[in-house]
């Protein structure tokens, strides 16, 4: 059972995460999400880690991926519209964080999305990046 103080990190925690879900196509900075979970900010990256798995870019990365890929699936905005859209700074950064969380480049991912028929929860579930390692390094030419 969870000690009040790790329930209250906890919390703390995913109220920041909470708030980087809701805002993830913003540019979100450290000091603004540790002045959310009342932590300072070297505190908030070695807690976030801890309490997730994953540093407090890495999610933001993924959650930026994931939306991506729901874009790329069920709409046809140039790849350009979508990086900007949910928050990617360049198309250069987009691609490379793309190929390395997904395995693929998002050109190559829309056209085989294309040809999935399943209902969209399960398509979500199983298409949603997983937190548990990366894609494997692709060879780039």
Not at 38 to 46: G, L, T
Not at 105 to 111: D, G, I, Q
Request: proline content about 6%.
């Amino acid at each position: 059972m969870p000690s009040a103080a790790q329930e209250d990190r906890n919390r703390r925690m995913l109220r920041a995460r909470d708030a980087m879900d809701r805002s993830y196509a913003e540019p979100l900075d450290i000091a603004r999400l540790a002045r959310i979970a009342y932590v300072s900010e070297a505190h908030f990256i070695r807690t976030f880690k801890a309490t997730f798995g994953e540093t407090p870019h890495r999610y933001l990365q993924r959650r930026r991926i994931e939306r991506a890929m729901m874009l790329l699936r069920e709409t046809n905005r140039p790849i350009t519209d979508i990086a900007f859209g949910v928050g990617f700074g360049s198309v250069g950064t987009f691609s490379r964080t793309f190929g390395d969380i997904v395995g693929e480049s998002p050109t190559a991912y829309r056209r085989g999305a294309a040809t999935l028929r399943v209902p969209s929860c399960f398509a979500r579930a199983w298409l949603r990046p997983s937190s548990f390692g990366e894609a494997p390094a692709v060879r780039r030419s």
